[in-house]
């Protein structure tokens, strides 16, 4: 089957899905006003695929097929070098939003390969490579339900008070079981075609009911979507340039007694498996999130110089101290993203990237990515938060007045775009969003540091330090 | 006369004043949707003088009057204490939000006459006084404007292609002056009886015209004010539980022509005061800041320990450590606050706070408040921006699904308070709001830097150094 | 009894000691060339008494008696501030190097009694008096070991493969105990006339042998110190002006089988007194570390600024920016230690400095010290490490080359004594030992922290979180 | 010519050159306590190129002719990977002493190569190409020295009041120039053969007389070398396992009249050259220097992980969290030096590391480098600095008390050697050193960061961010 168009998916997702939005049921999920915005910027990962520019990029072909090239199982470096590539490039023509519709489903894809692989559980692999096979030839999309919600973090599954706080099988029947319980931050599930239900943490003995892992499409019976509208938008783009625009959703994802068929569950019962899945998962899923963070981070340094020079302050010591803070620290992210890849392992002839690399390229992000915004907001100004509204830009009894009075080193105009520019990606909704997904999304800031202690290689080090002491490693070094 | 009600405050706003908000004049402040509630949320300044809990505070008995106490002239550490302390409730009552209707008026009124008092400038002396005692018997509120709209920040006033771009003279009359030009992030001046202008930089030869401070009522014509929609509200309270009722507006505030009367008028053409007055008056307004800025930094300690508990983390290594920081930021805040009044200076009987301390608080405040919002959503959570709004949590359908899943270590209601309590001081407009304030209100990080390197005192440390040197402290070390 | 002399103070340590030095015993310490330069700095603290500048500071007399003001119980802040500014001179008159012959004794007394009056146990009680007295009234000085040599740190005393690894009773007699173990990093041992031994952590049951605390002179029987030659000196005063003539020598204390009569031991087989015993007594000994601390902050803050002038880079902007932010560290510093003897609790008529606030200001220190020093560093230059040493310096054919190539804005030989007191303060064996200290001495930061934690009231901005979020306070927000 | 032995080399040192030491003359630089130790460690380059293990990498075969791998030509980033290999292996040879005697001089060989190829200037590539001949042919060893003294930082060379406070030219023979003046922080130059000078600074209109590069012998009358005592040794390895055999030598490099021959001159008059040369050098110079950082790294991550163990604290947090951050600083270093190397640019067939990564890696390791050395002695602890000496360690008295009471979860013996790297590596002489030369080295951190603001490229930053506020390019973003 050939690339889906834009409109093919839209049209897709006409069908008996289960979503609510501010208390109410929505009956078409593309023609809301709210998830309609979130649905169509998801639309430009299909769009790109058309797009003669990207094709090379997003159309893979092997052999006399076609198909997406999230779909391209990775080989090399080179390969993982593209997928990176195409990520960056979906985003920052997403104007910094990630898409997300392919890109966290193949990693979830990839991830239970390895882990079904290494385990060697035959029907896993087998049900695995049927849906990799079923959503690479249709072009589907996929979300990836992944964090339970969890309830008293200080207790494991089978401790909590209510046992739905992490999803679990509630009955097997011989066609297949049944699941019950909620996921939280499920990115894109109102407007994907798939779900994989992945889980997202290691669990021992008791936690079996808990321990398994499945996809269904989105519009299985009992599955319920309930989206936050923390995103819901306004038609101020003056003051939003990207927002207006652009959305991402997420879901509080409820299955109540939903029914998942045996060619669609890789695992149950298996405690051994859901650590090995919730890593592995989020090690190849960091590998996209540094990929498409870098639309953001150039985003905002480009609107720092920009900034700098609109309000005529460039040559200032102090701003290019700031600006050359702000390059490095993007750039830092950039270079071990590539690095990554370029540190890849082969493991049955799949590129994984460097987990250590890609984890410190993610914890370099996180840990700084708040100054950043503070650095920003240092060289643009007060007007952020205290300037004039698209109404105001637009009343010709106003205008006038702004741009008289608003100007700098460039014209109000201009300034004004980029002063809005800043103010949508520090300050406003989707500002907040950002920021908190640098702290939050594809684990904290604390598990990408226990990811990197894991992932640690100390042989050298250690060695050498040994050596120096003029001591033997031995086992007391161990 | 006696203090005012807040109902006397917000009746007295009701005059000709000439408003605009989102591109149309605006017939009644008071009654406007956006506008009214920031003039009720000034109006706590006015309810807290009524309240008994908070009066003693509040007014000020001198023989047989009582006044506002803001307008009370510190003349002991005593009383530096007290107007922090005054400044401190008022904004913990404002919900974290400050009032700012008195405090910075009485700022510039005490600026002023430390200006002009060294001066010996005797008309304006009078002045000042004069206009002292007018708010202060007729319990006031003042604005006051001091940043200009500045153009390229790279030249002087007189150096600016358009000469509008500072306040300046146009034109000397019999009875007045008569000023044109724009002031920008001017607060709360839509709902305030009086606003002061002062200049906003150092002025040297050449720069005549724009070197002036005055005082007009807010309803004086040709003086226009474009205020801001940045906060402009939404009826959700569950996931806004400040922003929805309080909220403070900026202007940018044009004078087309506006007439002075001389007897309004402190100075003109004197480059030499404008520099002292432009410090003088943030040296003061900083002590108001940092006061202010308290409240805001308690919510977010007393909202990291509440969330802490309500996820079930409190217990671990990593969340105390984060808890033990902030609580050390916001303590050390604080501290300096309290000892920059202790240390306070006398100057004509007037006690004004340390300058060092002063910005030694702002400084600490300032640079590390993006580091707090980091770590308070840490200890939050990604639901700060993917959770449920209100009408997700008012909707009989769909409450007991929340109410089920959202529970925590607390019930989602009591867990949902606070996490939403959160995403509106670090997430959402009011976040962004109270970010940028941070980096740039009162004046920007660099500005306390130079203000704290011109006032340190490097006598000791100098001098100690050159005796540990075995050098004499000679000329040579100046 | 009148206050000693520096010689009577010396001449008192000619006694029975047993001391070892590089592998050797040392007859005479105060004619050792290493621990006699020791014991001489030390001596400082008596100079300072019989100077007349430092006179009031350092002697109080009470009705007839005179004694040394450290061993003043204070009853107010003022008393608290008296005592923190004779801390502060004496270590500036010893070179930024503390003297802590009576300041660390005296500590350890006030804790005590503090621990011992809560705990209403009279023989200790009494006992702890009888020593104060002794002590005062003889004006002895005072080591205090507490801190055991540890073994795993992962286990507790009783759970050790020795038992010795924390001091402990091994034998008790009628007229006392006998003690066994050893501690380590005990500051002055070789050259005090008296040493309080302390438990350094909380026990539990199982632990009564090891909680113990008690006091014996020097020249007590079974007692051994091992002194470190970290600090070992150079005659070099060019490169070393500060530590040629100032250093202090710890110990390794080793217990072996030690009478310790029964007036002597406070209390024993005493678990719930070991913990409160080693937290009170660390509560007031950082309340002497960040006093003794602020010469050296002082110092370096002095030798930034001259160290920029001598070369010349004073005016730059980014100097200027290290030179605020080493201000700024310095003074928030002082400025808490002021705030923690204003903030004092009283006891029993005793003054104690806010337990929150001193920690605070220690953790102030400590967390920011190795950027201090590389500051310094910065603004100093390679020099630092590659310069001339004294020889050449004395050389008649070198200093003439010397003296025309190193010279800088400054003279050669003003800059280079700046330079070489920066390089003993920051990069020789002085600045190591600094360094160290600031991260170790008087408790880790990880110490601090979890000081700060505990004593941290949460009470206030609990509440305001609460009400913001409209939530009652009740139980579960505990 | 074949490669050199380290005694060839060594007796290759036995000449007239005039280098001073503690203000004497030292009559055979080999033979001296101090600096013969300095001189056996540079050694170490010409030792591994004999030992099988490093032959590979250090020897390097063209044709019949093999010769020092340090002086390939880089082509390929393989070859500049190499490169670096080279000078990391050379330097954990050195125990984190970088060997210096060919990485820097051949840094200067290919930056004069491409400064003059630019150029065109015929005479001076053939001359440089001619040394570099000389120096392969023969295995000779090259210092480089840049840094002028400098006098007041503020004035240009033509504003010094001394005309040497930069190297120039005084006199213009037949035969060549004569050169006086100072260099400093010259490193290596006792004991090796050549010396290359450069300028250390953009020159302008009158400069030239100090615009000039050239190379001599070090053996050349009025070439005097006044080496500083900085790390004068001491005997106890117990204390220094690193720095008692391990040391490099700085001097005071001084030309007095200094004849050099035309064909040693690479150019003179030529202010529009040295700025060129200055920068190049450095650029290159900065990827030897995060070569050879990289064993001090690993030295220091590998003693903190053995250091935690040895005190049995590696399972708690906090320390898990700081070895974290070290591991990841020190790979962030490591990665971006690899990086810098594939990222190679080609410039007439010879590779240049990618600048801004260079430099990246650089203001990497140099910001955080004083952090580093805060976690390690947090890690070890007090024992740093109030430890036994090697005369206590070698006592057969003191010992047993030693090993007894100095043991944690590892024996003290090994504990002890640990805690003694540790301590040469971050507070004795050696670690000052190294502080030191992390913040001067190769260009101050201002230095890298104006390196890094010349070098990024914004234009994939800009255009984005102009794209996003829906701007044009165009030149007012320029």
Redesign the interface.
């Known amino acids: 089957m050939a690339l889906r168009t834009a409109a093919q998916f839209l049209a897709g997702l006409r069908d008996t899905r289960e979503v609510?939005y501010?208390?109410?049921r929505v009956p078409s999920v593309v023609d809301h006003p709210e998830l309609g915005v979130a649905a169509r910027h998801a639309s430009i990962d299909y769009e790109i695929a058309e797009n003669p520019i990207f094709r090379g990029l997003a159309a893979h072909r092997e052999g006399s097929e076609e198909y997406s090239a999230y779909y391209r199982v990775p080989r090399t470096s080179q390969d993982l070098l593209s997928r990176s590539k195409l990520i960056e490039a979906g985003t920052?023509e997403g104007?910094?939003l990630v898409l997300l519709i392919k890109e966290i489903g193949t990693d979830a894809l990839f991830a239970l390969k390895r882990v079904l692989g290494r385990d060697g559980y035959a029907d896993g692999i087998q049900r695995v490579e049927a849906l990799y096979r079923h959503c690479r030839n249709n072009d589907l999309s996929i979300a990836v339900a992944q964090?339970d919600?969890?309830?008293?973090?200080?207790?494991r599954p089978s401790e909590q008070s209510?046992p739905?706080?992490y999803v679990r099988v509630v009955e097997k029947r011989v066609g297949g079981i049944v699941v019950s319980g909620?996921k939280?931050?499920t990115s894109c599930t109102p407007y994907v075609d798939e779900v994989i239900v992945l889980p997202s943490r290691s669990m021992g003995p008791g936690d079996e009911p808990w321990s398994l892992a499945f996809a269904i499409p989105v519009a299985t019976p009992g599955l319920?979507l309930?989206a936050?509208?923390?995103?819901?938008g306004t038609d101020d783009s003056f003051t939003r340039?990207?927002s207006t625009d652009h959305k991402m959703v997420?879901t509080?994802t409820?299955f109540d007694n939903v029914f998942v068929p045996w060619d669609r569950v890789f695992y149950v019962d298996r405690p051994d498996l859901a650590g090995a899945t919730a890593l592995t998962f989020v090690e190849f899923h960091r590998f996209t999130a540094v990929s498409y963070k870098l639309?953001l981070l150039?985003?905002l340094?480009?609107?720092a110089?920009?900034i700098a020079?609109a309000?005529?302050?460039d040559?200032?010591?102090?701003v290019?101290?700031k600006?050359?803070?702000l390059?490095?620290y993007?750039?830092?992210v950039r270079?071990?993203t590539?690095?990554a890849a370029?540190r890849c392992k082969l493991e049955n002839g799949v590129a994984y990237p460097d987990v250590?690399?890609t984890n410190?390229a993610k914890?370099?992000f996180a840990r700084d990515?708040?100054?950043a915004?503070?650095t920003v907001?240092?060289l643009a100004?007060?007007?952020?938060?205290?300037?004039?509204?698209g109404?105001?830009w637009?009343?010709p009894?106003?205008r006038p007045?702004?741009e008289?009075?608003?100007?700098?080193?460039?014209?109000a105009d201009?300034r004004m775009?980029?002063m809005?520019?800043i103010?949508d990606l520090?300050?406003?909704?989707y500002?907040?969003?950002q920021?908190?997904?640098a702290?939050?999304?594809e684990g904290?800031?604390?598990a990408e540091?226990?990811a990197?202690?894991r992932a640690?290689d100390?042989s050298?080090?250690?060695?050498?330090?040994?050596r120096?002491?003029?001591?033997e490693i031995g086992p007391?070094?161990?």
Do not use: C
């Not at 936050?228 to 819901?232: A, E, K, Q």
């Not at 040559?315 to 102090?318: C, I, K, N, Q, S």
């Not at 100004?381 to 509204?389: D, F, M, N």
């Not at 520090?426 to 909704?429: D, I, K």
């Open positions: 609510y501010r208390g109410e920052a104007a910094t964090t919600v969890k309830g008293d973090r200080s207790r209510d739905d706080m909620a939280i931050h319920r309930y936050s509208d923390y995103l819901h340039p990207i997420e509080l409820v639309p150039d985003a340094v480009g609107a110089i920009a020079k309000n005529g302050i040559r200032a010591g102090h290019r101290d600006l050359t803070w390059g490095g993007a750039e830092t270079g071990l590539e690095l370029l250590f690399t410190m914890w370099t990515f708040h100054r915004i503070e907001q240092d100004g007060g007007l952020l938060v205290t300037g004039p509204g109404k105001d637009n009343s009894e106003v007045v702004l008289k009075y608003l100007s700098g080193a460039w014209p201009r775009a980029i809005n520019l103010s520090t300050t406003r909704l500002g907040g969003y920021a908190v997904l702290v939050h999304a904290s800031i604390e540091k226990m990197m202690y640690y100390p050298r080090s250690i060695a050498l330090a040994m120096l002491a003029g001591l007391a070094a161990k």
